[in-house]
Structures are given as C-alpha cells and as structure tokens.
C-alpha cells in the first residue's frame, strides 16, 4: 500500500468513528488471529445495575450504602458508579427535579452533602477499592482483596455470592473494621451488537478469546451468552498482558480490545490494541486504535478496512 492508500484509509476509518495512530497499526490489523476482549464495559455495556444487597452482623441497609458509596465516590469503575446510583436513590427517591441537567446538579449537590469524608483512597484495579472512614479501614471488592486483607468471608456471604455468579452477576464484598458487613449484587448486560461480533469474527477465520478479572463463575456464564469458548478469569492487570504475550507465542498476531486501567498493559502489549471511546484515557493512551462510537462492530470495520488497505501486497 502506498502513503496515500493508509492516508485514505485513515481518513475511512476516522469518518466510521475508527481512529487509528499509526500505519503500522492499520497494516498488523489484517492479519489478527487471535481478539481478546476485556469483559466489564468492553463486551458488557459497562453499566452495572445493583440487583440485590446483604448486609450482615445487623448494620442498618442505608448507613451500609452511605459507607460503601462513600468507599466507591473516587473510583472510575462502572461497578462503583452502579453502586453511587443505587445508594442515592435509596436515600432520595422521589426527590429529584425534572430535567436531566437538573438531576444530575442536584445529584452531585446531595451526593457531597451525605457522603462521608474517606482518607487514604486506593483503587486496586482487579480487585476494588479501600480507605478509611472515620479513621477505620473499609475494604470494597472481590474475594481476593477481602482474603489479602486478612478478613474471612463467612458461609453466608459466600452463598450469596455463588448465587449471583450462577446467573451471571458479580457479587462485591464489603468489610469494615476487619468485619464483613455486607455484600451487593450486580448486574452488566451485554452490548447488544456483542454476540453478532463475535460470530462475524468466528466467520473470518478469528478466534474470540475473554480475559476478565472477574470471578471463573461470572465469567463462565458470560462467555457462554456471548459464544466465547476460550475465557481467561480472575487475571489481573499484569496477567492480562501475559495472556497476550502467551498467544503471541506462535507467531499469531493479536488484538486486545478493552476499556479500562486494568486492560491498559494487555493494550500495549497488543500487535493491535483497541481502545474503547467511552474507556479510561490510559487506556486510550495504550491503544492503537480508538473506537469512538463504543461498538463492537468496528473492531470489524477495523479489520475489513486494513485487509482492503493491504490486500495487493499481502
Ligand atoms: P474486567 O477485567 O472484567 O474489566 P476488573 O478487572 O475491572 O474486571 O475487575 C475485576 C473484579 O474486581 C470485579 O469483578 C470486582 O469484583 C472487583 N472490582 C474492581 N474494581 C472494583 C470497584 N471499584 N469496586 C468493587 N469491586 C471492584
Ligand atoms: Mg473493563
């Protein structure tokens, strides 16, 4: 392909909401074996909603939300900002002025009046979230960071939390002051376009792969709504960069699609790295492409286009 041919294709795809940032990136896209998706905002919406909550050792549910909202006020994730959602309408329902604008004014109004004052803020990306609140640690994740911290998660809460990932939900742990307070139930629908995708993709001879740090169960469960056979669960960070340096292996040439903080070094260890639009800036950072519109299709587009731009001289 010439110059002038990737300046063009650059320009196509800029114009379907596909920014890529080099030429080398558009020529590796025709020969991807291998599409790692990141599952939470990447082939879910990324909008978690709450389904249910326990609390245990009789804490009050609104004083439990006020803490773990508190917890999550700082934190990027969608599963903190489902989490935000649900303790605000909890506490003010009905109180809400009309207009979109308004509500979200008001929103950030009442949210800094009754939210708690939190020091300390860590967010540890695979896993949650932890600081202090009134000079004690709280501690908002999976498992591992409630294990890690030394906390035990009783009979209880592991039930309910096998319960939810049964059914595809993500189950987030509380603790407070070295004691489990309860847990939050939450769901992440699939984009809508996702289970098409990864059909087109199978149709071109590309292997859909999933890389979540999300629980085996959760993960197994999403994979299988979404035709995804090969999944990688409860990886981390670091860990989803190695998942493609493994497939990289062979020889095969990658793309890992993702949104997050978490997905950023899998990005840059990409052949090919696309960022979601809608996805943190370090991630869109990583990545080589953009994919501005937030779906799925144009990690296709993005293929089709760089096998159009290069088919002469493959
Ligand atoms: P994915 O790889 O699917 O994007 P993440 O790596 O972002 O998922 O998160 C993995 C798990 O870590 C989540 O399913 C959740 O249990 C936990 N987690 C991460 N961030 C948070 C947070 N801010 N609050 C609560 N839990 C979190
Ligand atoms: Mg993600």
Known sequence: ATPTAVM?????????????????????????????????????????????????????????????????????HPLAKAILDYAFHFHFFGKLPSSKDDIKKRKQQILSQWLLEVAEFSALPGKGVQCLINGKKIVV????????????????????????????????????????????????????????????????????????GDNWRTAQAVAKEVGIEDVRAEVMPAGKADVVRSLQKDGSVIAMVGDGINDSPALAAADVGMAIGAGTDIAIEAADYVLVRNNLEDVITAIDLSRKTFSRIR
């Open 8 to 76: 063009v294709a650059t320009g196509v795809g800029a114009n379907h909401g596909v920014l890529v940032k080099g030429g080398d990136a558009l020529e590796r896209a025709q020969n991807v074996k291998y599409v790692i998706f990141d599952k939470t905002g990447t082939l879910t919406q990324g909008k978690a909603t709450v389904t249910s909550t326990k609390v245990f050792s009789g804490i009050d549910l609104g004083d439990f939300l006020t803490l773990v909202a508190s917890a999550e006020a700082s934190s990027e």
């Open 141 to 212: 994740g999976n498992r591992t960071l409630i294990t890690e911290n030394g906390i035990n998660i009783p009979e209880e809460a592991e039930s309910f939390l096998v319960d939810l990932e049964l059914n595809a939900k993500t189950g987030v742990l509380v603790a407070y002051d070295c004691e489990l307070i309860g847990s939050i139930g939450m769901t992440d629908p699939l984009k809508r376009e996702a289970v098409v995708v990864v059909e087109g993709l199978k149709k071109m001879g590309i292997y859909p792969v999933m890389v979540t």
